[in-house]
C-alpha cells in the first residue's frame, strides 16, 4: 500500500502566500496539482492576485486570512481549509518577519515580535498539521541559512529560526507511525521584498557575491525544493534542514 499523498486530492496550506518565497511556493504546488490554501495576514488583494494567477492556469486556490501569531487564527485556517477541500496533504510554513536588531535591552520589542511571528506561529502552524495531516502528509517550515553566519543584528530573527528547526526535529519523532514527513528549508539570500528592504544596492551586490554561485537565490528555487520534498520522491527525506542557498553557507 502506497502512503503517497498523490494517490489521493492534494491540498496544501502555505502560510504567507500573498508574496515572495511564499507566493512562489503557492504557485509552484498549484502548478504541480495541489489545491492551494493561500493564507495572508494583512494583504488580501495581494493574495487574490495569487489565487487567481492559479485558477487562470486551471488550477484550484482559495485565500484565508490568518494570523499565524494568533492559536485562534491558526485554528479557522485549518478549518477552513478542511471545509474547502475536505483534507489536507501538506503544509507548508512560510509566513515570517525579519526585523534587524542588536541584542541589547531597546530591542526587546522587536525581539518580542519576531518570537511571536516566526517561532510561536511555528509552533501553532505545526501543532495544527499534526491533528489535520492525512496519512502520507508533508510539512515543510521555512527556516535560514543565516543561523550559520550569525551576523550582527539578526539576533532575533536567527534565535527563532534556531527555534523552527528544533520544533521540526521533534515534530518529525512525534508523528511516528502516520508517515508523515516533516522538514525544514532553509534559504539564503533570496531577493524577496522582505530581504531587500532597508538594504543599500551595494549591500545587495555584496550578498549576492557570498555564494560560489554568485547571485542571489530566487523565489522559484525555493519553491522547487520544497516541491522535492512534498513530492512523490521526496518521501524518504524526514528531519531535514535542506539547506537552498548557492553553497552560501
Keep these: 500500500m502506497s502512503h503517497s499523498p498523490t494517490s489521493l486530492i492534494r491540498s496544501a496550506i502555505v502560510t504567507g502566500a500573498s508574496r515572495g518565497i511564499g507566493r512562489a511556493i503557492a504557485l509552484r504546488l498549484a502548478a504541480d496539482g495541489f489545491k492551494v490554501v493561500v493564507n495572508y495576514s494583512g494583504n488580501a488583494a495581494k493574495a487574490e492576485e495569487v489565487v487567481s494567477i492559479i485558477r487562470s492556469a486551471g488550477g484550484e486556490a482559495i485565500s484565508l486570512q490568518a494570523d499565524v501569531a ?9 478549518a477552513g481549509t478542511l471545509e474547502a477541500f475536505g483534507n489536507i496533504s501538506a503544509v507548508v510554513h512560510s509566513a515570517g518577519v525579519m526585523p534587524l536588531a542588536p541584542i541589547a535591552p531597546e530591542s526587546i520589542d522587536v525581539f518580542d515580535r519576531v ?63 502516520r508517515s508523515i514527513t516533516v522538514n525544514a528549508v532553509a534559504p539564503g539570500p533570496v531577493a524577496t521584498e522582505l530581504f531587500l528592504q532597508g538594504k543599500s544596492d ?6 549576492s557575491k557570498l555564494p560560489p554561485l554568485e547571485r ?34
Excluded: C, M
Design 70 to 78: 494568533k492559536a485562534e487564527d491558526v485554528k479557522r485556517l485549518y
Design 202 to 207: 551595494e549591500q545587495i551586490v555584496q550578498l
Design 115 to 177: 518570537i511571536q511571528t516566526n517561532l510561536r506561529g511555528a509552533f501553532l502552524v505545526l501543532g495544527q498539521a499534526a491533528q489535520h495531516l492525512q496519512e502520507g502528509g508533508r510539512i515543510v517550515a521555512l527556516s535560514t541559512s543565516v543561523i550559520a553566519k550569525s551576523f550582527p543584528q539578526y539576533g532575533p530573527y536567527i534565535a527563532a529560526k534556531a527555534g523552527v528547526e528544533g520544533l521540526v526535529h521533534v515534530l518529525a519523532n512525534e508523528l511516528r507511525g
Design 216 to 249: 542571489l537565490g530566487q523565489p522559484e528555487d525555493i519553491a522547487g525544493v520544497v516541491s522535492f520534498l512534498v513530492g512523490a520522491d521526496g518521501g524518504w527525506v524526514n528531519g531535514q534542514v535542506v539547506r537552498a542557498n548557492g553553497g552560501f553557507a
